[in-house]
């Protein structure tokens, strides 16, 4: 198991960013695929971005592509969400997330932190 903690969450205006991270906790943080999700009150949890272990392939949520780049640093045991343009529809607890497979579905992946707040004004 990866114990993740997420962080650099905050309130930020529409158009601003914000960088979240999550450091893992570990030995099998490199050999795992890494994903964010958000969840939104009232809303199911969903898919926002993935990286393969070692970076070589992403994939993201049609709503952020352009907008979001996830990236990871394995020597760190560190995974990132740049988040830019931000929109207050991406107002949400973002959750990092580890897995054995390169997926988008919330099964696809075992391990979870707690979670951090992101929230965009108008």
């Known amino acids: 198991q990866v114990q993740l903690v997420e962080s650099g969450g905050g309130l930020v205006q529409a158009g601003g960013s914000l960088r979240l991270s999550c450091a893992a906790s570990g030995r099998t943080f490199s050999s795992r695929a890494m994903g964010w999700f958000r969840q939104a009150p009232g809303k199911e949890r969903e898919f926002v971005a993935v990286i393969t272990w070692n970076g070589g392939s992403t994939d993201y949520a049609d709503s952020v592509k352009g907008r979001f780049t996830i990236s990871r640093d394995n020597a760190k045991n560190t995974v990132y969400l740049q988040m830019n343009s931000l929109k207050p529809e991406d107002t949400a607890v973002y959750y990092c997330?580890?897995?054995?497979?390169?997926?988008?579905?919330?099964?696809?992946?075992?391990?979870w932190g707690q979670g951090t707040q992101v929230t965009v004004s108008s």
């Open positions: 997330a580890g897995g054995s497979y390169f997926g988008k579905a919330v099964d696809d992946f075992g391990s």
